[in-house]
């Protein structure tokens, strides 16, 4: 389903444009690609990618394992790559492997470039789907559970960018649905930094989610986005887009007139051209220009907005939206310290900010922000008492210098979401390292439980197995978890030839 059927009954123009957007193509179940195999190098994995007639499946070889997974959704529209999603026992987890359109290759898919042991076990959540799906369907307190049909809207719809439409549906009247052009200031912006702004951390307000944000709303009602103020020479980030225009001389001095919208729309009916983003840019310099520069055929993107590479995007170049006067302009390494983008309200300041700071640190592992995060969190715990996300983040740097609160924090955390297996490992994390490993079994036991899948579950309980000598219920557990995760024992060629 490319848009909401609902909208085109009175907006067939506008629906059938959309319709042939790249966010319409976001997510969907199949899409034409060649086969393919690879190999990573850094751990000598081989990937092989074969189409049948029952769809993709992906499979990886790696010395004694071997794993072949169906692929559940196709990730991207192609414009730059597409990435992948597999499907086990209602789980979601992320293939890693993409290909990438521009280049016609399949390779590693970013994040994955470095890794020892690259699988089919990283866990695809709620807030990875955000702007790769019009609507998930999880199952409230896992990782990365979904119900029978994971997604109610499976690419980007209407709905994105103008919310809800029973309302509008009820009364189709302007003011009856949200119209991203006529909102101003952060409401305007919010609708595409939803996506369009990642950042380095977002931090969820208490008692919301980032799943809650709805158009006309800002971003800061519901979640705070932290960025770095450093910015690295000669490339770009992939979801950085609205960071880099807020950069540019143009939107600085514009008094908030330049925005997304200025140049872009989904609803358009051609291509971009250089030609159109040209008119666009005449219309504000185009009294200013000798008339040398601004003759037609002067291709404004290809110079002041030149493609970049992707630090983070693989074989990927995106377009620089800093909008430099002189091509040659560079923009100066300046401090790593976690800004918000917008600030929250006042009262959830210092939380938000210590929460971000002490992901950043685990992240980044850097002493200095983990220490600022938790100074702030333990300044605002008695204000939240209850705040699972606080509680959590104060116990992870407790259990990372050692210290034995760690234990009740997790515990409480627990308390408050008694079915979430995540929560039940950070207990068992912490009881071990208190030398209290009978305490912990019981929760590692009762994680795997809820989700047989949850990988540092079964990891943590086989190596608590062989630190008390039961190698073979730590074997077991291993084998169960392989099992269900569909990863099979290979056989050496001699072992083969024996057979």
Known sequence: MLADPRCVACHEKEVAAFARSAMAHSLAKTVSLPDGAFRQMISGTRFSIRTGSAGMVQEFERREES???????????????????????????????????????????????????????????????LCHAGQANPVEDTLNTYAATPFVQEAISC?????????????????????????????????????????????????????????????????????????????????????????????????????????HSPHQDTAATPDLYRSRCLSCHGATLE??????????????????????????????HRIRRRPEDSMQPSPTDLT???????????????????ASGLLHRSVVDLSRGYRLLNNVEKEFPNDRDVLTSLGSV???????GAVQRFLKALSLRPNCASYEVNAAAALIQLEQDSEAFQHLNKALELDPLLQPAATMLSSLYRAHGQTAAAGQTIAKYREAMSIVERLHPAQRTSQ
Request: proline share 8%; with cysteine; net charge neutral.
């Open 67 to 129: 794993s072949a997974q169906p692929v559940a959704y196709v990730v991207g529209s192609g414009k730059h790559a597409f990435g992948f999603l597999i499907q086990i026992d209602g789980h979601l987890f992320q293939s890693p492997i993409s290909y990438y359109a521009k280049a016609g290759v399949w390779d590693m898919a970013p994040g994955y470039e470095e890794m020892s042991n690259p699988d089919f076990s990283r866990p695809v959540t709620p807030e990875c789907l």
């Open 159 to 263: 709905e994105r960018c103008h919310g809800p439409v029973e309302s509008h549906l009820k009364n189709p009247a302007p003011g009856s649905i949200v119209n991203p052009a006529r909102l101003t200031g952060g409401a305007r912006d919010s609708i595409c930094e939803q996506c369009h702004l990642r950042g380095e951390i977002r931090i969820p307000n208490p008692g919301k989610a980032i799943g809650d944000f709805r158009p006309g709303q800002s971003t800061e009602d519901i979640f705070t986005i932290y960025v770095s103020k450093r910015s690295e020479n000669g490339t770009v980030k992939v979801i950085s887009h609205s960071e880099q225009l807020a950069l540019s001389l143009c939107a600085r001095s514009s008094g908030g007139k330049l925005w997304c919208g200025t140049c």
């Open 291 to 320: 008339s040398s520069h601004a003759a037609a055929g002067r291709d404004c993107v290809a110079c002041h907005m030149p493609r970049l590479p992707a630090r983070d995007g693989g074989h990927t170049a995106f377009t620089d």
């Open 340 to 358: 918000a983008w917008r600030e929250p309200a006042p009262a959830f300041r210092e939380r938000n900010l210590g929460l971000a700071l002490v």
């Open 398 to 404: 407790d259990l990372r210098i050692r210290q034995p």
